[in-house]
DNA sequence: TTTTATACTTAACAGTGTTAAGTGAAATAA
DNA sequence: TTATTTCACTTAACACTGTTAAGTATAAAA
């Protein structure tokens, strides 16, 4: 345990301390409105030294993402272990889904709404990646209702992905237009969710 | 007729052609990526010309949205009058909302995902906008649904803005991210809307 | 003690949206 | 017809942005 380690370790925790401040940022102000001027001043180094750690500053969020998606997919799966009907769990799944998104509306802004420059989506739902998993698990969720034979379409995966659209779009719509004449959140979410509940059972 | 209404045509014409070039620039290339200076260049005036026709970058845009929102509800109008049965209407309303979406991406885009700067969807939505015509005549098909006893739920507030979301997300997931594994497109879109209209019927 | 590698910074590039100040021509008033 | 004012437009600049090439200390290795 020369300084190699030492040094080895003052990098993670430099890397770290990084990532906190850029999360902070991006999260209260959001990604498109922190510089890297910014976010280097947090941390009291040069904008470069940044570059030293992440490649450019939507690798610095995609960091970010990741981390917070891997609480997503935490949540969802821990909902899954504690709700027997298949059913149900995708309902509370989904409502958990859609709270995420409300409760961290700038993670969810740039994982799934708009991610920056030329990356489209890219980087963010590749094979591997929390966001996947996170879909892999919805994708879980229906098999085991459409196995019961609790659901009318058997296309696993057309069924997951527009169960994926209701909860993205009522999410994102609420998220990105604020001032729109809303009827009740909770009451929208949980109408929303009936609605293709009951129009994919038997 | 003297030169005070020359002068007066003259400016809309410049108008008009400074809308048509950032148009088919946002189109083509997306909001982001178009600069002022290259809608400068491109009707060869210089940058600052443009600040006398539109207040920003913003405002261009938002102007033609709403241009293009108009024809979306003009579309979405024709269906009405010429399908009688109202359920029937309203899933080649959606049908067209999404396909118009798809077809117009970037103008989507900017009018429902992410608008730019501050302004949050505060204009783009507002009283008496062309988007929120649109939303309108969503709204009065769903009336005619609940009044015609076709659906089970009555909130009509609330059944067109989960109808609403619902097309979004399937629109908005489609565009920005076109690298994920989609199923087929068109069957996509027609089990949501199937979905969620045998969700609401009766 | 000299050399090499590492960590970080300075200065700059090429670009952005936007504005204050200035110019030249056309329309109006004298 | 001449002087004045109005209008359309441009030049130059401001204050930013993400990013990189080059340079500088300091710590580790030879």
Redesign the interface.
Known sequence: MGPRQRREREREQLRQEILDAARELFVKEGYENVSMRRIAEKIEYSPTTIYLYFQDKADLLFQICEETFAKLTDEMEAITRECKDPVEALKRGCRAYVDFGLRYPNHYRVT????PGRL???PY?REGSQGMRAYNHLRQGVEECVKEGRFR?T?V???T??V???????A??LI?????P??NRD??ID??I???????SV
């Open positions: 799934f709404i708009n991610h489209e989506g890219q739902l379409e296309d995966e057309a069924i992905q527009a994926w659209a209701s909860g993205h779009g009522i994102s719509l990105t237009k604020p001032d729109f809303w009827v009451k929208l109408l929303m009936d609605i293709y509940t009951s129009g994919l």
